[in-house]
């Protein structure tokens, strides 16, 4: 285990591996309640570079590059016992900001884009590497690509795109000194919301309630999806038994079935970052997860080919936020739907994705 920056192995200058040590021992290497950081505390730097960009025809130019080794845990994974793609997001997400070296207060993410081309199964060893594609300007951004330590089989490519607010968040301070980034300094509140008519809504408690045209074993089975009837120890369980399901409808168009489910749940602190707001890996878990279990009840089991995730404004601690997915287009084989994270109280759009999937017909070959 890395204890101080000066261990972490690569040629990047001390400066640079000051910084990312203070990232991971502030964020990841920590017991303080981020977003699933369970998962972060066993991630091991392998080494921090500085390298020509061999792929840029400017003389010159330099890449970042962080590469990082974990095991497959069953904390990460799936019902099929493979990473979870919302996980996969959240390990882009979180391993990406650390080579953004240059920028020593805190950024927000604009895009995360995932794309999967094979399971990352229970007990493998993954090394993830992250480069920086543009960094040093008001938008920077980021390349991870995961691969099977034992194979080196491609298994996750992904993006991130990120930029400094205008004014570092109240009570956060500046990365560039440790004692603003220490554990024990703490973190201004979010605002709680307003208390007049506006009530979160209740927790449906019989599926015979539920609003929608969905058929009845449809709801029946998004239901037990919801209320526990997956495996236990699955990545983000706590937090997807706090959805509560609102309205299923589904439809036929064009001899398709197409899907819109509504849920809502409150921003917790199990669920944000250093700002205490919803984390962007947090908010590709909710894409994912809420998409696929709209789309599970109709076609089974699939598996993920691609997610975009867009971040448009801040969910803080507290927050309720809606959950509305819906189908773009249900092929035989390839279904796409889209997710829209809002604010519940004022309709605000938070984060929008969209969710490709294939269908699998043997999920034991995997």
Same mark, same amino acid.
């Given at each position: ?11 990047? =200058? ?30 091991? $730097? ?105 194979? /080196? ?32 300094? =703490?973190?201004?509140?979010?605002? =709680? ?37 997956? =495996?236990? /120890? ?27 489910? $509504? ?10 970052? /250093?700002?205490?707001?919803?984390? /962007? ?46 189908? $773009?287009?249900?092929?035989?084989? $390839? ?32």
């Amino acid at each position: 285990m890395i204890v101080q920056a000066s261990e972490i192995p690569g040629n990047a =200058p001390s400066e640079y591996k000051d910084f990312c040590f203070l990232l991971f021992s502030t964020f990841m290497w920590t017991d303080r309640v981020f977003f699933a950081n369970h998962v972060l505390r066993h991630v091991r $730097i392998i080494g921090l570079n500085v390298d020509d960009d061999t792929e840029s025809p400017a003389p010159g130019r330099k890449v970042v590059k962080l590469e990082c080794e974990m095991e497959v845990t069953e904390a990460m994974c799936n019902h099929l016992q493979c990473m979870h793609g919302g996980c996969a997001g959240y390990l882009i997400d979180s391993l990406t900001s650390s080579v953004f070296v240059d920028i020593k207060r805190p950024t927000v993410s604009l895009n995360i884009n995932v794309n999967y081309h094979a399971p990352a199964m229970l007990g493998s060893t993954i090394r993830v590497v992250n480069s920086s594609v543009v960094f040093g300007g008001s938008v920077v951004s980021a390349r991870s690509h995961f691969y099977d330590l034992k194979t /080196g089989k491609l298994l996750v490519s992904g993006t991130h795109s990120k930029m400094q607010p205008s004014a570092p968040p109240a009570g956060w301070g500046n990365l560039e000194t440790p004692a603003a980034a220490s554990p024990t300094k =703490p973190i201004v509140p979010a605002a =709680p919301q307003s208390t007049s008519s506006w009530r979160p809504s209740p927790r449906i408690t019989d599926v015979k309630l539920l609003p929608g045209s969905a058929p009845p074993d449809v709801k029946e089975t998004l239901w037990n999806i919801m209320e526990g009837a997956l =495996p236990s /120890g699955l990545f983000c369980e706590d937090i997807r038994k706090t959805i509560r399901i609102q309205r299923f409808d589904v439809d036929a168009v064009a001899g398709k079935q197409v899907s819109k489910t $509504i849920g809502e749940l409150e921003v917790t602190r199990l669920m944000t970052n /250093g700002m205490r707001n919803l984390h /962007g890996g947090c908010a590709c878990f909710l894409v994912d997860w809420w998409t696929a279990s709209m789309r599970y009840t109709l076609d089974g089991n699939r598996l993920s080919i691609n997610l975009n995730v867009s971040f448009h404004a801040p969910a803080p601690e507290g927050t309720t936020i809606q959950l509305v997915a819906t189908s $773009i287009s249900v092929g035989k084989r $390839i279904t796409d739907s889209r997710c829209e994270i809002l604010d519940a109280k004022t309709g605000r759009l938070l984060v929008s994705g969209t969710h490709k999937q294939m269908a699998v017909t043997k999920p034991a070959s995997l």
